[in-house]
């Protein structure tokens, strides 16, 4: 048996291109549609007669709403309308405002100085319009104080109560026990 030379695969597959996110003039299966688009009279047609029209004003017949009952098609030229769908979408996702999370990390002994200063960082954050994940850790056989972290965490989250409201109380996860605080109001640009 022959393997050939190492490191070489056998023949590529065939690129295969991508199919249209919708249906255009033939391939649109219904035999009824409801038109619309510019300069068109809207209202419902027989196929062919919507294909006819589309081929009048030398443009395509886009189905982009085919679960309706008659499927909603549109008179366009189809590359414009990808593009805006895409521009749109892009437009979209950069209003998106992703959520910041800011972590604080106190340990079972926090003195009330560090504590203090913690604080003020994490009102800081709430008033920009981040959220804040504090948590404790315990380091080794430190575990047995739970209840300190706890208590710990409950003062913090006290403390912040005019800046943000908790998400989640106190709950612990392996060898951390944390609470996330989100802001009351939303940042203002």
């Not at 560090?114 to 994940?133: P, T, Y």
């Amino acid at each position: 048996m022959a393997l050939g030379r190492p490191g070489v695969r056998g023949p590529r597959p065939p690129f295969k291109k991508k199919e249209p996110d919708h249906r255009i003039n033939q391939h649109i299966r219904a035999t009824e549609v409801r038109l619309v688009g510019d300069n068109v009279e809207q209202g419902i047609y027989p196929i062919r007669e919507a294909l006819k029209i589309a081929d009048e004003l030398e443009l395509d017949l886009v189905e982009i709403s085919p679960n309706a009952n008659p499927p909603v098609c549109k008179i366009v030229d189809y590359s414009k309308f990808v593009y805006e769908q895409k521009k749109k979408l892009k437009e979209i996702k950069a209003n998106a405002k992703q959520t910041v999370i800011k972590e604080i990390r106190f340990g079972p002994n926090t003195s009330d100085h560090d504590f203090d200063f913690k604080l003020k960082h994490a009102v800081k954050f709430l008033e920009a319009g981040e959220k804040v994940r504090a948590y404790v850790h315990f380091k080794g056989r430190a575990i047995v104080y739970k209840d300190r972290g706890e208590i710990l965490l409950l003062r913090f989250a006290q403390s912040l109560e005019e800046y943000g409201k908790v998400e989640l109380m106190p709950k612990l996860e392996g060898k951390r026990m944390f609470i996330t605080v989100a802001p009351k109001v939303a940042a203002k640009k």
